[in-house]
């Protein structure tokens, strides 16, 4: 109520759910590894379809990319057997897809708060798409270079670097912030995020298994519908748990609407917000 005792209409806020960047780079955070598998998966219960049409799309448009830039390099065979080509290939690919891929790592993000997604969700944020493409080329180079040195190190570099593409886009920033955020942060729990990358590592090998007993027998086309099957739930599973971890650890910041004696509240707001609105504008 105003001071004339008029009722005020409700209003859009933006508050922080879960952590914040404040208290991840102190390590003021905990992940419960059972808990963040078992709210991720039944995320994917209830909406793994979003995320697996989002990915054949996007799949599909990375073949499309892919082969019209080898015919233009001469043919897929040849750029097979040219390491470099190869390389550049894969370059040209990252640029290409990754601003379409960032809409899918958000709908893990959208999950983790309980909010809808659709498919063309892949479509939502190319307005961060340079700085997306480039963070993808930055850390894909650094987890290259890493296994390169040694496996150790690729993992690890692999795991610390799993969340920077939702900081590019939901805390907008650049590339080389997000990186090193997402290193200061993660290192606290290295151990627990190992844990639940294995488990969908673990996951993945136990679906490609019956592909490789029975490949070359008549059963090979039911062990790839199988794998298939299974697939369409790992992988949205993947995202889901991403999600709820960025959440976890970072804080994902939603409107909501909320009036509480005519003042409206934010909760646990992070000071690193921009103000910027396009946090859920899909």
Same mark, same amino acid.
């Given at each position: 109520? @105003?001071?004339?005792? =008029?009722?005020?209409?409700e209003?859009?806020i933006?508050?922080?759910?879960?952590?914040?960047?404040e208290?991840?780079?102190?390590?003021?955070?905990?992940?419960?590894?059972k808990?963040?598998?078992?709210?991720?998966?039944?995320?994917?219960?209830?909406s793994?379809?979003?995320?697996?049409?989002?990915?054949?799309?996007?799949?599909? +448009?990375?073949?499309v990319?892919? +082969?019209?830039?080898?015919s233009? +390099?001469?043919?897929?065979?040849?750029?097979?057997?040219?390491p470099?080509?190869? !390389?550049?290939? @894969?370059?040209?690919?990252?640029?290409?897809?990754? #601003?379409?891929?960032?809409?899918?790592?958000?709908?893990?993000?959208?999950?983790?708060?309980?909010?809808?997604? !659709?498919?063309k969700?892949?479509f939502s944020f190319?307005?961060?798409g340079?700085?997306v493409a480039?963070?993808?080329?930055?850390?894909?180079?650094?987890?290259?270079?890493g296994? !390169?040195?040694? =496996?150790? #190190?690729?993992?690890l570099?692999?795991?610390?670097l799993?969340?920077?593409?939702p900081?590019v886009?939901?805390? @907008?920033?650049t590339p080389v912030?997000?990186?090193?955020?997402?290193?200061?942060? =993660?290192?606290f729990k290295?151990?627990?995020?190992?844990g639940?990358?294995?488990?969908?590592? /673990?996951a993945?090998?136990?679906?490609? +298994?019956?592909?490789?007993?029975?490949?070359?027998?008549?059963?090979? $086309?039911?062990a790839?519908?199988?794998f298939?099957?299974g697939?369409s739930?790992?992988? $949205?599973?993947?995202?889901?748990?991403?999600?709820? /971890?960025?959440?976890?650890?970072?804080?994902?910041?939603?409107? !909501?609407?909320?009036?509480?004696?005519?003042?409206?509240h934010?909760a646990n707001?992070?000071?690193?917000h921009?103000?910027?609105?396009?946090?859920f504008?899909a």
């Open positions: 109520m @105003n001071k004339k005792g =008029l009722a005020l209409p209003e859009n933006i508050v922080s759910v879960g952590g914040s960047v208290r991840a780079v102190k390590g003021e955070y905990s992940i419960d590894v808990a963040i598998l078992t709210e991720a998966w039944q995320h994917t219960v209830r793994r379809m979003s995320i697996n049409v989002a990915l054949l799309l996007v799949s599909l +448009f990375g073949m990319v892919s +082969f019209i830039s080898s233009f +390099f001469g043919g897929i065979e040849l750029v097979i057997n040219d470099e080509l190869l !390389q550049l290939i @894969n370059v040209i690919v990252t640029i290409a897809v990754w #601003p379409f891929m960032a809409g899918i790592e958000m709908m893990g993000v959208y999950h983790a708060v309980n909010k809808p997604t !659709q498919s969700m892949v190319l307005h961060r340079s700085w480039l963070c993808a080329l930055l850390t894909s180079l650094l987890i290259g270079i296994f !390169q040195l040694f =496996l150790i #190190p690729g993992i570099l692999a795991v610390l799993s969340l920077t593409i900081l886009v939901e805390k @907008n920033l912030q997000a990186i090193i955020l997402s290193v200061k942060a =993660l290192r290295i151990l627990p995020l190992l639940i990358f294995l488990v969908l590592f /673990l993945l090998i136990a679906l490609t +298994f019956p592909i490789a007993l029975l490949i070359e027998s008549s059963f090979a $086309p039911l790839i519908m199988v298939l099957f697939l739930y790992l992988a $949205p599973w993947y995202y889901n748990i991403k999600g709820v /971890l960025y959440r976890e650890i970072f804080g994902v910041f939603s409107e !909501q609407k909320n009036v509480e004696n005519g003042i409206s934010t707001n992070d000071s690193d921009n103000g910027s609105d396009d946090t504008s």
